[in-house]
């Protein structure tokens, strides 16, 4: 079984560029969620996606972040224009159904902005 | 809101025991994660406490006071794999993981 797969591992942009990250989840996981970890600091909660709808997205820093689940599948989160602070590693993870301890996670964009 | 707290880096030998502990502050509890990262990896899960105790896995145990907001994780017979980030996590509401800065672990020979 395939886990959950991000794309790309990397990007570098410069400030004012726009960036798309996407995640596949796991087949069949209905739940997505988005995390970002700024080095050093937590790992911070963006945004949960249940299908195709957003079931929370108080994480969400500001209007310049953009998720979006079509179909309930795979995932995409959009950053424009990007600002230096948005810079650190964004991690996707699915789970089954809603979950209050168990999160299968991809192994993250590292995403720079210079 | 919530906050956890547990130490950035804990360094120790191989065959050692370590224990990363966690304090947390967070209002409608219902557990307490724990992680691991290796550099560049996917975070894994490694085990949860819902209820005060004890939960063994193989050379990995986790611990739960909700009375004390206190968990930790404890790793015997330490290897060199075991050298990674470790992040606690609590969950409270719906489903959301709260997690903390993580502790690196550095095992030396």
């Known amino acids: 079984e395939a886990g959950v797969t991000q794309f790309p591992s990397h990007s570098v942009i410069e400030k004012g560029q726009t960036v798309t990250l996407r995640c596949d989840p796991i087949?069949?996981?209905?739940?997505l969620y988005w995390y970002r970890r700024v080095m050093g600091k937590e790992i911070k909660f963006l945004l949960h996606f249940v299908k195709e709808s957003k079931q929370d997205e108080s994480g969400m820093p500001n209007n310049r972040f953009l998720a979006e689940r079509t179909g309930g599948t795979y995932s995409t989160l959009k950053v424009q224009p990007a600002e230096l602070e948005d810079s650190g590693v964004y991690f996707c993870?699915?789970?089954?159904?809603?979950?209050?301890?168990?999160?299968?996670f991809g192994s993250g964009t590292q995403l720079s902005v210079l | 809101g919530q906050s956890l707290e547990q130490p950035s880096e804990v360094t120790a030998v191989e065959g050692a025991i370590v224990q990363i502990n966690c304090t947390y502050q967070t209002s409608g509890f219902y557990g307490l994660s724990w992680y691991q990262q290796h550099d560049g990896g996917a975070p894994t899960f490694l085990s949860y406490n819902a209820l005060d105790g004890l939960e063994e896995t193989g050379r990995f145990s986790s611990f739960l006071s909700r009375s004390d907001s206190y968990g930790y994780l404890l790793l015997q017979e330490l290897q060199m794999k075991d050298s990674a980030s470790y992040f606690c996590a609590v969950t409270s509401g719906y489903s959301t993981l709260t997690f903390g800065k993580g502790t690196m672990l550095l095992v030396s020979p």
């Open positions: 087949s069949g996981h209905d739940n």
């Open positions: 993870a699915s789970s089954p159904g809603p979950t209050r301890k168990k999160l299968f």
